[in-house]
């Protein structure tokens, strides 16, 4: 028998607006990289189109290797210099080896629109701006998440369970031929089989 109330079923978890909408803008770039390049291939012909992935792939294949070969030097001067005793100082030059790394797939990626942001990444001002911000926000956030610790975290997912009963206690075993406070002799048994 049914007495036509009903429970409202518990409320989802809203969506972020990241995980919403980054689909949406990878099959915009995808779609917009392919227009381009036809438009392209209209312009001049196919031969030309190849000849631009190709250089693209070289050239961030190239980029990639060089800022890889940087960051390796980096560390092994830094870890000579922590082995010698010698503190290490910062370089200005070992900074911007991941956003060089991250122009050259950009340029690996076909099309002209992720060409142009690898080679935009490539300039000296537009990593340090890039770098800034992206330190700035880091930080920001890294403050956001200090507010509350993780133990906060774990109480809040406990408390926040469908039933909303947190029981706080210790689980007892009784073994044969143990009185119920006595230490098991001997190895305990693997917790999985």
Known sequence: MTTGVQTPHPARPRRSRLRTFLPLAAAAWLVLE????????GASNGLVVFLLLV???VLGSVVIKRAGRRAFQSLTETLQQQQSGVTPASRPNSEGNGLMMLGGLLLIIPGPVSDALGLLLLVPPVQKAVSRYAERTFERRLREAAQGSLGDAFQQARIHRP?????QGE??????????GDAPQGPRPPLSR
């Open 171 to 180: 689980v007892v075993r009784d073994e044969p031929g143990h009185a119920p």
């Open 34 to 41: 392919v227009w381009l390049l036809t438009l392209i291939a």
């Open 163 to 167: 039933d909303g009963k947190v029981v």
């Open 55 to 57: 250089a693209g792939l």
